[in-house]
């Protein structure tokens, strides 16, 4: 992912810094694996808009933003987390944006102060093959995972380096909140996570981890919801859903303008058009999200509301994670995953 990222921002750098001398936008996303960014583009283009797009998980997205803020060359951002873009506007690199549907999206979905505003919601998740987890196998939350001996080896995890695995990561170790703790996490906090991540099996470049869930390999998966409704649908199978008692972690995807100098109208129309409830009703359709906007929600497929409506929340003190996760996912890297 990192080589294919890094050649579409070489090829970006040679075409021309954003949309100023190619005519077109250009969309970083976390939010194009699995045909997303071909459609996108395709969709984008049949009404109006010519688009470049970046694709990679939402940790390089950040720092790739980051490391531009001098000289940007997005003009549109796409996806992420709060706890991605709360870095980005601390950083000044995000430009405030009302977009014409921003007063139906739910309270508390948004930046209060208008830096990025809701566009899709998603639970994540942990699945499993039926037919070989079932019964008394059910594992009941990530902490049963990382403790029970039985799923020793059973289940894959995201890296670090990801939106999804960060997230759930997050959701765990938060729960041990300690002040007076190392990294304000407490020491039953950290032992529960060493076993989460040595317990499991993590990710280690490429790999069909789809596939090793189906044979049984690795029967539990970490995924998103959309891409549970995804397979689902591609191969024709139910996957049983593991729902934990406190809840299951929801990020929401968001839209965001970069702070440029060359911005212009077309960027924000583009913004605009992306989040809005016709636009959201066609990506739910076609990959499973859920939309923020409750016009869009409503007319989503069904197995889309059943699903989000099948999970509860997790609630998520996303302040504390967004000043603690680096910290955390240094430890965790350093320390767990030798």
């Known amino acids: 992912m990192k080589k294919i990222f890094l050649a579409a921002m070489l090829s970006l750098t040679l075409i021309g810094c954003g949309s100023s001398k190619n005519d077109s936008i250009v969309l970083y996303t976390n939010s194009g694996s699995n045909g997303r960014s071909e459609f996108l583009k395709e969709y984008a283009k049949e009404n109006g808009f010519n688009l470049d797009i970046v694709s990679a998980g939402g940790t390089d997205i950040t720092n790739r933003l980051l490391a531009e803020k001098n000289n940007p060359i997005a003009d549109v951002i796409f996806g992420l987390n709060n706890m991605e873009y709360e870095k980005l506007k601390k950083e000044n690199i995000l430009k405030k944006f009302n977009p014409s549907w921003a007063d139906k999206i739910p309270e508390g979905l948004s930046d209060t102060e208008g830096y990025y505003n809701a566009v899709s919601v998603t639970p994540?998740?942990?699945?499993?093959?039926?037919?070989?987890?079932?019964?008394?196998?059910?594992?009941?939350d990530w902490t049963d995972l990382a403790t029970n001996p039985n799923f020793t080896g059973k289940y894959f995890m995201f890296g670090t380096n990801g939106g999804t695995g960060k997230a759930v990561m997050a959701s765990v170790v938060s729960r041990y909140k300690d002040l007076n703790g190392e990294l304000n996490i407490s020491d039953e906090g950290w032992e529960m996570t060493k076993k989460l991540y040595t317990n499991g099996y993590v990710e280690r470049g490429e790999e069909d981890w789809f596939g090793n869930l189906m044979s049984g390999k690795r029967p539990i998966l970490m995924l998103w919801g959309s891409g549970v409704i995804e397979r689902e649908k591609a191969n024709n199978i139910k996957l049983g859903v593991m729902k934990p008692e406190i809840g299951v972690p929801f990020v929401v995807e968001q839209i965001a303008l970069v702070n440029k100098e060359n911005d212009s109208e077309q960027v924000k129309k583009f913004a605009d058009w992306l989040g809005s409830p016709e636009v959201q009703v066609k990506w739910s359709e076609k990959f499973g999200t859920a939309p923020a906007h409750?016009?869009?929600l409503e007319k989503a497929p069904k197995e889309v509301k059943e699903l989000v409506e099948s999970v509860k929340i997790q609630k998520l003190d996303w302040k504390f994670i967004s000043e603690n996760i680096d910290s955390w996912v240094e430890k965790i890297e350093l320390e767990f995953r030798k």
């Open 124 to 140: 994540l998740l942990a699945v499993y093959n039926t037919d070989i987890i079932n019964g008394e196998n059910i594992p009941k």
């Open 294 to 296: 409750p016009e869009a």
